[in-house]
């Protein structure tokens, strides 16, 4: 069986990989790219560690194979800072302790950006059903939910004061 | 209500700085477990088996040795002979009779999802690939799986070597039932006969994962020369050094063992799985070898926490007081025998409360599931579950407010504690008025809705523990340990070493070490890190100061002893010089300044928490929705308060999902039916409210800062306060656990 050669764009970089036709993205992304930001908890999408965006979409990356990122946009927890540059919702989840062990924190940031980059003002309900699909073993989502709320905040008064 | 009124006199202690770990974590930097890799690393694979319990008559491997890439294969075989040998380092010595059958059968599977046989190739399709190509010859054999069952006279026997530990006399047969550990005193029967009021009841719940999102995984390197390196995320790199070297009969100075990141344990990450495999595949390769655990199989061969079999009678007097209490618990062991929640379960059955007259009687018993494995607050939920069920039923029929009612029967510091012991300053009663006093449990219950109050205690735990403090020439401080950081760890211990020297928090780096450069440190578990640790690291702490004290005398040419050490500075009358200014000169006033402690601390004090659960549950469905949620618990001293809110919550959640959706489900054949996060399915955050936390402050005063430990206490009310909250609800005692709609459903059209 031989290897296929893909090109896609992984935060903004373009990226050229080998790998089998049944390799997942998450896979790819970890032994080939060397990101290993993000996670395999299940592997079956059902625990959120690995979501990524792909193109503009939150997608849990193990269910995605490697081959279908050809051409398109693939952002991961990697991107999420600018340069040293924390995103706010990352910082918001190091000021409310928002993690413990820190394993599945990559999979909420990026669902969290996903959430707020279309709703800038989500509700409590809102969060805490978009954030439905990452699993946390170790908070309780108490202080994760609080994060993301006042990094919606804190995101919104950015955008006042820019505009 | 979180601020103590002694707080100010700390600068440090009981704040919330960012975590020294947060921004590797936060950007995905941080490499755990399933991260790491070794230059020219294969990668591993483990074939397991299908069968609850069968007997391998044989296994042939030459077609997978064959398969080109492959580069070893080990079976049980290649495990040396495993005798009774028990090796410490974990929260209990671990048998690594047993503890080697957990990595590898040896000639007989015990239950389905038990490693046979591994490989390590070139890729991860290569060695999967070869998984295929062996073969193994199983015997199968009846196998038994719920507790009742594995009782029954009929049933088949795991082990033809295990007998009953605890009776009076030795049994001529061997059994499932491995262990009885009871404790007697006064006369419980005639007691409860004589009671006011009295609850009798059978409470049964089934096993549950700790559900660590992070799956096992490791890295082995063993070379020729005997010397071995392994990478891997575990609660304690000594013990797994220590159960490693014990299996493979090498010396624990040849095994170095590299803390990754860790990704959740909750106790489940306090043995080997795949460390010795992976040695051993190793060995046979030459190369470093990868092993990493998929989900399912995490679900079907890694520790769960006992289901069990709770007959309970409690009795007490009109005014409330308790007189008597006769328990029988029967806790599931699993495959092999050593699980130790009985001890705690019998002990902590009541061990809040005094009862003059108990019989509380427990067993462990073995079946055809993975040995059962410590899950936060080990064996105490599932016996919480059934007294604190019972003493809302004694609360109703007394008509006495549940609250008051256990404020009446908590122990005291002074009384004499389940060991005889007399208790210290714990804050058991100070809770139960916090959460009293907390608008929670004075606002009215809602139309539909039940309101549910439990409390426990968790013993908590000291063990040894090594660090070390070393200055750097800028007067900048690194404290060096070997207790992995599961929960923030890290920022406590930078809290206190910089409190102790009057120093930034920012001043402080903290290193997790390898088990070759640090002393021996026990597990993190037994809620023992911020204290047992911390103990260290403020011993350490306290030797730098000695020693900058000494340096500024030199310097000055005074006695030692006239030289005191204010925030930061040594003073001697008007003279000062700073922890910069020392650290400065150090290359002339005797060299650098570093100082190591170990610890084996046994004056730490239990924890106790109350928790309020208000809960509304559908009548059509049976879906029960918990609509808001108070936890109280004593903690001692919080050193970072989020961390310490943040155990506080995600014990609760734990609690909930134990209570209402979490279960091992098996089918006819002994297979594990939810091996799956779709299946097995935990809380996640749309089924959650906020969880308010209230920390109550009741120092340890044998801790220099006044911890407690307070990661385990949260898991132990939930179960009970849920199941009180839906009782109240529906006006149905809920017995079994967990309290799902379908079992919900059930028993709201019977009660029709």
Known sequence: MSKLLVSTTVNGDPQQFLCDPDTSLLDALREEMDLTGSKEGCGSGDCGA????????????????APEAEGRQVSTIEGVAEGNQLHPIQRQFLEHGALQCGFCTPGFIVASKALLDHNPDPSETEVRYWLAGNLCRCTGYDKIVRAVMDAAAELRQDRRTAA | MNAPENKQQFRLVGTRPVRPDGVEKVTGKAIYGPDHVSPGMLQGAVLRSPHPHARIRGIDTKKAEALAGVKAVVTGQDFPQAADKLVAGAESASNLRWVAQKCMAIGKVFYEGQAVAAVAATSHAVAEAALKLIEVDYEVLPHVIAIEDALAEDAPVLHDDVFTQGLAEKPTKPSNASMRFAIERGDAKAAIAGAAASFTGRFTLQPVHQGYIEPHACVAQWNADGQAQIWCSSQGHFAIRAMTAGILQID????RVHPLEIGGGFGGKTTVYLEPVAMLLSRKAGRPVRLTMKRTDIFRSTGPAPGAVIDITLGAAADGTLVGAEIELKYHGGAFPGANEVYSGVGGAVGHYRVPNASIVGWNVLSNIPTMHAYRAPGAPQINFAVESAMDELAARLGIDPIDLRLKNIVHPGEPSASGVPLGAIGYAEALEAAKAHPHWSSPVAPGQGRGVACGAWGNYGGPSTASVKL??????????????????????????????????????????????????????????????????????????????????????????AVTWEDGTAVHGDQRLTLAQIAAKTGTTGGPISAEAVVDPHDFLPGFGVHICDTEVDRETGHVLVKRYTVVQ??????????????????????????????????RSGKLDNA??????????????????????????AHPYGVKGVGEVPI???????????????????????????????LLRAAE
């Not at chain 2, 624990?252 to 095994?255: C, D, L, P, R």
């Not at chain 2, 809110?645 to 959706?661: H, P």
């Not at chain 2, 149905?732 to 059930?746: A, E, K, N, T």
Request: net charge negative; glycine share 12%; hydrophobic share 45%.
């Open chain 2, 676 to 701: 799956g996060f779709l299946d097995y399915r935990m809380p996640v955050a749309s089924d959650m409210p906020m969880i308010d936390t209230v920390m109550v402050e009741v120092p340890n005063p």
């Open chain 2, 252 to 255: 624990i100075a040849s095994v």
């Open chain 1, 50 to 65: 690995c979501t990524v965006v792909l193109d503009g979409k939150m997608v849990c990356s193990c269910l995605v194979l």
């Open chain 2, 716 to 746: 132990v009310p939930p179960l009970a306060a849920v199941g009180n909250a839906v009782s109240r609800a529906t006006g149905i005692r809920m017995h079994d656990l967990p309290i799902s709609p379908d079992r919900v459903y059930g």
């Open chain 2, 634 to 667: 004593d903690v001692g001293r919080a050193i970072h308060a989020d961390y310490v809110e943040g155990q506080m919550q995600g014990g609760a959640v734990q609690g909930i999902g134990w209570a209402l959706n979490e279960a091992y489900v098996y089918d």
């Open chain 2, 472 to 561: 750097g020439e800028d007067g900048s401080v690194l404290v060096t340990e070997g207790s992995p950081d599961i929960g923030g760890s890290r920022a406590s211990m930078a809290i206190m070493a910089a409190e102790t020297l009057g120093v930034a928090y920012e001043k402080v780096r903290v290193t997790i070490a390898d088990t070759s450069s640090i002393g021996f440190s026990m597990v993190t578990g037994g809620s023992r890190t911020t204290f047992a640790t911390g103990k260290a690291v403020i011993q350490a702490t306290e030797g730098v100061i000695e020693q900058l004290k000494d340096r500024a005398a030199r310097t000055w040419g005074v006695d030692v002893a």
